[in-house]
């Protein structure tokens, strides 16, 4: 039965035969006869550590079906491992995509409200908060005083607060409440570790 046909190599020849081989565009690495050195440390569990004639390593990596891989091109002599070249790419960039995934830029989200909103309205956009904050974003939460309600900043306070109670469960405050011009504001940073558990429904 035919071996699969993997990495660098080609079928009647291998992937050192002359002709056969078509250089990768941009290598991140150096592979197969590319390498030019004379002898190179192999590294890996699928060989005895050591330090070999290219050559050799090559014939090594042509019998398993792989290539030899430049890892460690400053060392001497470079080191190398026999792998499938085109997995080991896949895998690398499958990685960095999961890496910078988790990385993702945080976002400042913002909630507004008027020193008369009702319950309604304030239950309504503290669980769009709550959703941010899930999310790993900020939430700016602030309350807008237009012309002479500016005297109620008080009442903008204890809704901020309000708000900071509410949300305990899923952020924090960074600060007490501010006034900025005519905008009580305060930020919220989501909390780390694990969602709070849902509150067990009572029984029918």
């Not at 999310?135 to 005083?145: H, I, L, R, S, T």
Request: proline content about 7%.
């Amino acid at each position: 039965m035919a071996l699969p046909n993997r990495g660098g190599f080609r079928p009647g020849g291998g992937g050192f035969g002359r002709g056969r081989f078509v250089p990768r565009k941009e290598a991140e690495h150096r592979i197969n006869h590319h390498i030019r050195v004379p002898q190179v440390r192999l590294v890996g569990d699928n060989v005895t550590v050591g330090v070999y004639p290219t050559q050799e390593a090559m014939k090594m990596a042509q019998d398993q079906q792989l290539d030899l891989v430049e890892i460690s091109p400053q060392a001497d002599p470079p080191v190398c491992k026999i792998i499938d070249y085109n997995k080991f790419l896949y895998d690398k960039k499958k990685k960095e995509k999961e890496m910078k995934a988790k990385a993702k830029t945080t976002e400042m989200k913002e909630i507004r409200f008027t020193p008369n909103t009702d319950d309604h309205d304030f239950d309504f956009k503290s669980k769009h908060a709550e959703n941010f904050l899930k999310e790993g974003n900020k939430v700016k939460a602030y309350v807008q005083f237009k012309g002479r309600a500016i005297q109620f900043k008080d009442r903008g306070e204890l809704l901020l607060l309000k708000f900071a109670d509410r949300l305990k469960d899923f952020g924090q405050l960074e600060s007490m409440p501010k006034l900025e011009g005519k905008r009580m504001l305060a930020i919220f940073t989501p909390k780390g570790g694990k969602k709070p558990k849902a509150e067990p429904k009572p029984q029918l």
